[in-house]
């Protein structure tokens, strides 16, 4: 390996980007701390909150990772009609706002939904959806998405040479290429879905069924909202980044380095291939798991399409406006940090993840507040903080690129001379498109759909989609809130898309 | 380090804080979100209040009731609202504790079925908290009924949501020290717990619940806006407990005589006729052409319950681990 020699870059790109996580991350948390009246400490319903938190996370984070490899694997190795546009469809749950997933789910599996149904045809009982396996449930839709992009991703990157080699020697692809790669991958896909269920509020609660599925979350919620005790808050969101840290520390001490070397990005061909059936089977279950409740959502919102107030639309096209810039802002500061590597870029690439949403949004108020009109700020605020919480995602697709590209060429860029932008654009750039775009769709998606930032700053003139969806709900208005989902969704998608296509322009796969 | 990261958010800051003059005086008046939708009272109330003051009146849309107070308390004295608008009787307490309000000097012959002395926030709507069904299925008469049967609901979580607030306070003040037990009966009858009362009501309209918690007033919605006479609410024996509404004049507003005009306004025809059929509560003055037709429908609770801000601040700490006790187990 020749981590060593890597051509120089600017420093100032990955320095400006750091410093925005962190002030956005421990920056916003200070201000929560510093306006903080200290007094109470943690309530032991704070514990046992903490302890279902990492339960719960637990469990949904491996139960993801589990059922996400095989599917991974069943499509890394099958080619047929649709299946690009099959995993871009995949990835739509976990691009929704929680209510929007969690109404999908019900349609499904809730008391009046088509399973119910089904089993109260066949004369069982049905059952309820709601408590630790309603969490677990919806965490697992809400991740195995992402789980399946990201060890497909692994998969995709063991070059088409090392399995043609292996075919050649008739080497086992599984003990050889396939589980180091799981090694190197799947630690890092569990931490970040376990990282985002730990911070999981509203699915939690709504699919809990109660107090007994209380998350830190929540407490911090309750605590900011209800007994404006910033200082309990701070608390909980130092044990959350706590958590965090511990579980980044787990992670990366189990995972392995990937010594696949280059390849020449011929097409993969392989040769191993047996039993196609189990392997239908296995994108057909998880396609259904995953797609039916998409189904259900487009159906239940298709009717009022039509009907949608000006103000939606309006809404909507400020929503693309901020996931575009959103999305341009993650990419670039992901491949500022991605170029410059190191240890403190990957503390920067969990730090977002364990950030509680609402401290992240009281502390940049308190920031701004004595300096700006909060409503004045709105979508510059958005965009920044939806690109920092989207940038552990794009970060960990971008940099194992990148850290690729340096290892395999960086001494041939070395000895050319190759430096500064000109590595960056004639060597970097072409090598790392693929996730690059997968990056930039993700972070535009989960810009689009994001509630968190937005409502403590945003007037009426502010509204972005996901908000003015949420106050239809609030206004009675559940069929044109229906509607305005299904657009949330199809314009989520479409700009997802869009990018992870344009990364993908030249390749077939 | 922090200077320098700091720098350019204070010059971008700077940049954008481009307030124009205008030579309007402007009245700003922080409310909650759904105040100021289209759909809500904001819209017609604006106009209303511009015909005659020659000002500009703004709202702030703040989240929900409680998140408004949290704002609140974030802007602390340098807030520019004028008016904060949508606090109930569950977080007065608190906000009399800010110490940010002032009296608000208003003398009017409420519609309320309690008495109303509070000098400093003045009502502008009102509503009984009650469970909404589907009309023909099986309705208890009963909180104790509820918790009896097995039929199923949805209730929001009075950790993040005002209407669950307000059951939590409902449930109290009926039943007192036998409070928990009431909640370790009703416990099979919950499905689940909801942030907010939007999920809730999404959830029972798509029928995972038999009933949802809202309020007497949420049929009038259907009947009125979807001519959908099929949501009832269920009247109980114990009575219901009432949601009161209330603004309140800042101290520190730099627009105090137009702060009073409004707080004046809001109780006058103007106002108060808009709100049944944009907010869906009782309006806290009955407007001279009465309510609007399909409110006669409504059940009308015998026995109102109500804490005052005091007690309901005192007792909520208690009801709350009560609560989840019970439902924990």
């Given at each position: 390996?020749?981590?060593?020699?890597?051509?120089?870059?600017?420093?100032?790109?990955?320095?400006?980007?750091?410093?925005?996580?962190?002030?956005?991350t421990?920056?916003?948390?200070?201000?929560?701390?510093?306006?903080?009246?200290?007094?109470?400490?943690?309530?032991?319903?704070?514990?046992?909150?903490?302890?279902?938190?990492?339960?719960?996370?637990?469990?949904?984070?491996?139960?993801?990772v589990?059922?996400?490899i095989?599917?991974?694997?069943a499509?890394?190795?099958?080619?047929f009609?649709?299946r690009?546009?099959?995993?871009?469809?995949?990835?739509?749950?976990?691009?929704?706002?929680?209510?929007?997933?969690?109404?999908?789910?019900?349609?499904?599996?809730?008391?009046?939904?088509?399973l119910?149904?089904?089993?109260?045809?066949?004369?069982?009982?049905?059952?309820?959806?709601?408590?630790?396996?309603?969490?677990?449930?919806?965490?697992?839709?809400?991740?195995?998405?992402?789980?399946?992009?990201?060890?497909?991703?692994?998969?995709?990157?063991?070059?088409?040479?090392?399995?043609?080699?292996a075919?050649?020697?008739?080497?086992?692809?599984?003990?050889?290429?396939?589980?180091p790669?799981?090694?190197a991958?799947?630690?890092?896909?569990?931490?970040?879905?376990?990282?985002?269920?730990?911070?999981?509020?509203?699915?939690?609660?709504?699919?809990?069924?109660?107090?007994?599925?209380?998350?830190?979350?929540?407490?911090?919620?309750?605590?900011l909202?209800?007994?404006?005790?910033?200082?309990?808050?701070?608390?909980?969101?130092?044990?959350?980044f706590?958590?965090?840290?511990?579980?980044?520390?787990?992670?990366?001490?189990?995972t392995?380095?990937?010594?696949?070397?280059?390849g020449?990005?011929?097409?993969?061909?392989?040769?191993?291939?047996g039993r196609?059936?189990?392997?239908?089977?296995?994108?057909?279950?998880?396609?259904?798991?995953?797609?039916?409740?998409?189904?259900?959502?487009?159906?239940?919102?298709?009717?009022?399409?039509?009907?949608?107030?000006?103000?939606?639309?309006?809404?909507?096209?400020?929503?693309?406006?901020?996931?575009?810039?959103?999305?341009?802002?993650?990419?670039?500061?992901?491949?500022?940090?991605?170029?410059?590597?190191?240890?403190?870029?990957?503390?920067?690439?969990?730090?977002?993840?364990a950030?509680?949403?609402?401290?992240v949004?009281?502390?940049?108020?308190?920031l701004?507040?004595p300096?700006?009109?909060?409503?004045?700020m709105?979508?510059?605020?958005?965009?920044?903080?939806?690109?920092?919480?989207?940038?552990?995602?794009?970060?960990?697709?971008?940099?194992?690129?990148?850290?690729?590209?340096?290892?395999?060429?960086?001494?041939?860029?070395?000895?050319?001379?190759?430096?500064?932008?000109?590595?960056?654009r004639?060597?970097?750039?072409?090598?790392?498109?693929?996730?690059?775009?997968?990056?930039?769709?993700?972070?535009?998606?989960?810009?689009?759909?994001?509630?968190?930032?937005?409502?403590?700053?945003?007037?009426?003139?502010?509204?972005?989609?996901?908000l003015?969806?949420?106050?239809?709900?609030?206004?009675?208005?559940?069929?044109a809130?229906?509607?305005?989902?299904?657009l949330?969704?199809?314009?989520?998608?479409?700009?997802?898309?869009?990018c992870?296509?344009g990364?993908?322009?030249?390749?077939?796969? | 380090?922090?200077?320098?990261?700091?720098?350019?958010?204070?010059?971008?800051?700077?940049?954008?804080?481009?307030?124009?003059m205008?030579?309007?005086p402007?009245?700003?008046?922080?409310?909650?979100?759904?105040?100021?939708?289209?759909?809500?009272?904001?819209?017609a109330?604006?106009?209303?209040?511009?015909?005659?003051?020659?000002?500009?009146?703004?709202?702030?849309?703040?989240?929900?009731?409680?998140?408004?107070?949290?704002?609140l308390?974030?802007?602390?004295?340098?807030?520019?609202?004028?008016?904060v608008?949508?606090l109930d009787?569950?977080?007065?307490?608190?906000?009399?504790?800010?110490?940010?309000?002032?009296p608000?000097?208003?003398?009017?012959d409420?519609?309320?079925?309690?008495?109303?002395?509070?000098t400093?926030?003045?009502?502008?709507?009102?509503?009984?908290?009650?469970?909404?069904?589907?009309?023909?299925?099986?309705?208890?008469?009963?909180?104790?009924?509820?918790?009896?049967?097995?039929?199923?609901?949805v209730?929001?979580d009075?950790?993040?949501?005002?209407?669950?607030?307000?059951?939590?306070?409902?449930?109290?003040?009926?039943y007192?020290?036998?409070?928990?037990?009431?909640?370790?009966?009703?416990?099979?009858?919950?499905?689940?717990?909801?942030p907010?009362?939007?999920?809730?009501?999404?959830?029972?309209?798509?029928?995972?619940?038999?009933?949802?918690l809202?309020?007497?007033?949420?049929?009038?919605?259907?009947?009125?806006a979807?001519?959908?006479?099929s949501?009832?609410?269920?009247?109980?024996?114990?009575?219901?407990?009432?949601?009161?509404?209330?603004?309140?004049?800042?101290?520190?507003?730099?627009?105090?005589?137009?702060a009073?005009?409004?707080?004046?306004?809001?109780?006058?025809?103007?106002?108060?006729?808009?709100?049944p059929?944009?907010?869906?509560?009782?309006?806290?003055?009955?407007?001279?052409?009465?309510?609007?037709?399909?409110?006669?429908?409504?059940?009308?609770?015998?026995?109102?319950?109500?804490?005052?801000?005091?007690?309901?601040?005192?007792?909520?700490d208690?009801?709350?681990?009560?609560?989840?006790?019970?439902?924990s187990?």
């Amino acid at each position: 390996m020749a981590h060593s020699v890597i051509p120089v870059t600017a420093r100032w790109p990955s320095a400006a980007a750091a410093a925005l996580v962190l002030l956005l991350t421990l920056g916003t948390l200070g201000a929560v701390a510093w306006r903080a009246e200290w007094g109470s400490g943690l309530a032991p319903a704070d514990w046992a909150a903490i302890r279902f938190t990492i339960v719960q996370a637990l469990l949904s984070a491996g139960i993801s990772v589990v059922l996400a490899i095989p599917v991974a694997r069943a499509l890394a190795r099958r080619r047929f009609l649709g299946r690009q546009l099959l995993i871009t469809l995949l990835g739509a749950p976990f691009l929704l706002p929680v209510i929007v997933a969690v109404l999908g789910l019900l349609a499904v599996f809730g008391r009046g939904g088509i399973l119910n149904n089904g089993l109260l045809a066949l004369g069982f009982e049905p059952i309820s959806i709601f408590g630790m396996h309603g969490v677990i449930l919806a965490h697992v839709f809400f991740n195995l998405p992402l789980a399946i992009r990201f060890i497909l991703q692994g998969w995709l990157s063991i070059p088409a040479e090392r399995f043609r080699l292996a075919a050649t020697l008739n080497a086992p692809v599984g003990r050889l290429l396939e589980w180091p790669m799981l090694r190197a991958v799947v630690p890092n896909t569990f931490l970040v879905i376990f990282l985002i269920c730990l911070t999981s509020f509203a699915v939690a609660l709504t699919m809990g069924g109660g107090p007994r599925a209380t998350t830190v979350e929540l407490a911090i919620y309750q605590a900011l909202r209800f007994d404006f005790d910033l200082g309990r808050a701070a608390l909980l969101a130092c044990v959350q980044f706590a958590l965090c840290v511990g579980a980044a520390f787990l992670a990366w001490r189990a995972t392995a380095n990937d010594p696949m070397g280059a390849g020449l990005d011929r097409v993969v061909q392989r040769y191993d291939l047996g039993r196609a059936p189990v392997d239908h089977a296995l994108i057909f279950l998880a396609a259904a798991f995953l797609l039916v409740p998409l189904a259900m959502i487009i159906l239940r919102g298709l009717p009022g399409i039509a009907d949608l107030p000006d103000t939606i639309w309006a809404a909507a096209l400020r929503s693309v406006l901020v996931a575009t810039g959103s999305a341009l802002l993650c990419v670039s500061m992901s491949l500022a940090l991605a170029l410059r590597g190191g240890a403190l870029v990957a503390v920067i690439g969990v730090l977002p993840l364990a950030a509680s949403g609402l401290v992240v949004g009281t502390g940049a108020f308190l920031l701004l507040f004595p300096f700006v009109r909060p409503a004045d700020m709105a979508l510059v605020v958005t965009m920044l903080v939806n690109a920092t919480l989207a940038l552990p995602f794009a970060l960990r697709s971008i940099a194992p690129a990148v850290a690729q590209v340096n290892a395999d060429y960086g001494r041939l860029g070395a000895s050319l001379d190759l430096k500064g932008w000109t590595w960056v654009r004639l060597i970097v750039l072409p090598r790392v498109r693929r996730p690059l775009g997968f990056a930039a769709g993700l972070a535009a998606a989960l810009s689009m759909g994001d509630l968190g930032v937005i409502a403590l700053f945003a007037g009426q003139a502010e509204e972005t989609l996901p908000l003015a969806m949420y106050r239809l709900m609030g206004a009675y208005r559940m069929d044109a809130a229906a509607s305005a989902a299904l657009l949330l969704l199809g314009l989520s998608l479409l700009m997802f898309w869009i990018c992870d296509r344009g990364g993908r322009a030249d390749a077939d796969l | 380090m922090k200077n320098t990261t700091y720098l350019p958010v204070v010059a971008g800051l700077a940049l954008c804080a481009t307030g124009a003059m205008a030579e309007t005086p402007v009245l700003q008046v922080m409310t909650y979100d759904s105040f100021v939708t289209e759909w809500g009272p904001g819209p017609a109330v604006e106009a209303a209040f511009e015909a005659e003051c020659a000002c500009d009146l703004q709202f702030v849309g703040a989240g929900d009731g409680a998140a408004l107070l949290a704002r609140l308390q974030l802007e602390g004295p340098r807030t520019e609202a004028d008016v904060v608008l949508g606090l109930d009787t569950n977080l007065m307490a608190a906000a009399r504790e800010t110490g940010l309000f002032a009296p608000h000097g208003v003398e009017a012959d409420l519609d309320l079925p309690i008495a109303w002395t509070d000098t400093e926030f003045l009502p502008f709507d009102w509503g009984y908290f009650a469970f909404v069904g589907n009309a023909g299925a099986d309705a208890p008469a009963s909180l104790q009924a509820l918790a009896d049967s097995d039929i199923k609901v949805v209730i929001q979580d009075p950790r993040s949501s005002t209407p669950g607030l307000g059951l939590l306070m409902w449930v109290k003040t009926a039943y007192g020290d036998d409070a928990a037990n009431l909640w370790v009966d009703l416990e099979d009858n919950i499905v689940t717990v909801t942030p907010g009362w939007s999920e809730a009501y999404g959830m029972f309209l798509e029928g995972e619940a038999d009933a949802v918690l809202s309020y007497t007033t949420s049929p009038a919605y259907h009947l009125i806006a979807e001519e959908d006479d099929s949501k009832v609410a269920w009247g109980f024996d114990e009575g219901h407990y009432m949601q009161v509404e209330v603004a309140g004049k800042l101290a520190g507003t730099d627009q105090p005589e137009l702060a009073d005009q409004f707080m004046a306004f809001m109780v006058s025809e103007g106002f108060q006729s808009v709100i049944p059929t944009t907010n869906w509560m009782y309006p806290a003055v009955t407007p001279a052409g009465g309510l609007p037709d399909g409110f006669e429908t409504l059940i009308t609770p015998e026995t109102s319950l109500l804490l005052s801000p005091e007690d309901a601040a005192a007792k909520r700490d208690a009801a709350l681990d009560e609560w989840r006790t019970a439902l924990s187990q």
